[in-house]
Nanobody, 116 residues
């Protein structure tokens, strides 16, 4: 499975961005997909997950502001981020977790910068 994340950029406090993760290889519709982020000098932090049946889970810090979705026809997972905060400046990484393999695949990351 290969993943390509895109959509990062610079926004101001309260702005929005939409990240996309394009997957190739494997069977996309069977994968759990998700996002982590890593701020400068901090550990990687889980953000959101979407299951093959489109069940979603979010970190408490992003609930109500971020929405994860998937498009199985385009093999993409998306993260709509609203009301962004400066402390959410980070490199955002998407991941894919195929069933029954015990493996997790990572994209290269896309930088989100939120200025105050």
């Amino acid at each position: 499975v290969q993943l390509q994340a895109s959509g990062g950029g610079r926004v101001q406090l309260g702005g929005s961005l939409r990240l996309s993760c394009a997957a190739s290889g494997g069977i996309f519709s069977s994968n759990t997909m998700g996002w982590y982020r890593q701020a400068p000098g901090k550990q990687r932090e889980w953000v959101a997950t979407i299951t093959p049946s489109s069940g979603t889970n979010y970190a408490d810090s992003v609930k109500g502001r971020f929405t994860i979705s998937r498009d199985n026809t385009k093999n993409t997972a998306n993260l709509q981020m609203n009301s962004l905060r400066p402390e959410e400046t980070a490199v955002y990484y998407c991941y894919a977790k195929p069933p029954f393999t015990g493996r997790q695949y990572w994209g290269q990351g896309t930088l989100v910068t939120v200025s105050s």
